[in-house]
Nanobody, 124 residues
Framework: QVQLVESGGGLVQAGGSLRLSCAAS????????RGWFRQAPGTEREFVAA????????TYADSVKGRFTISRDNAKNTVYLQMNTLKPEDTAVYYC?????????????????WGQGTQVTVSS
């Protein structure tokens, strides 16, 4: 059973930055794609960013493009989400997700396992 553990969430003022981390327990981490999703209260979970197995391809939701950067360190079994110029509408629980496939995925249904989430709150 693969475990994903997110960290790095917190409270930040609008315009600030946070970096989320997602550590994986699997030894085959480097073979598979990863993604970040988020869910605000009363809304459906939405796609944020994804990265392929070797980290040379990424894709982003339009709402975060140019502000967020997804990256991975396969030697550390960790995926990151650098979030800059944060806005109050970025407030949500952020989830790391993994899939047994190398390519990018933008739908939640394309992912096979999930972390517990980390809260990000952006104050105005």
């Amino acid at each position: 059973q693969v475990q994903l553990v997110e960290s790095g969430g917190g409270l930040v003022q609008a315009g600030g930055s946070l970096r989320l981390s997602c550590a994986a327990s699997e030894r085959t981490f480097s073979r598979y794609a990863r993604g970040w999703f988020r869910q605000a209260p009363g809304t459906e979970r939405e796609f944020v960013a994804a990265i392929n197995d070797i980290g040379d391809r990424t894709t982003y939701a339009d709402s975060v493009k140019g502000r967020f950067t997804i990256s991975r360190d396969n030697a550390k079994n960790t995926v990151y989400l650098q979030m800059n110029t944060l806005k109050p509408e970025d407030t949500a629980v952020y989830y790391c997700a993994g899939r047994y496939w190398r390519g990018l995925g933008v739908q939640g249904s394309e992912y096979d396992y999930w972390g517990q989430g980390t809260q990000v709150t952006v104050s105005s």
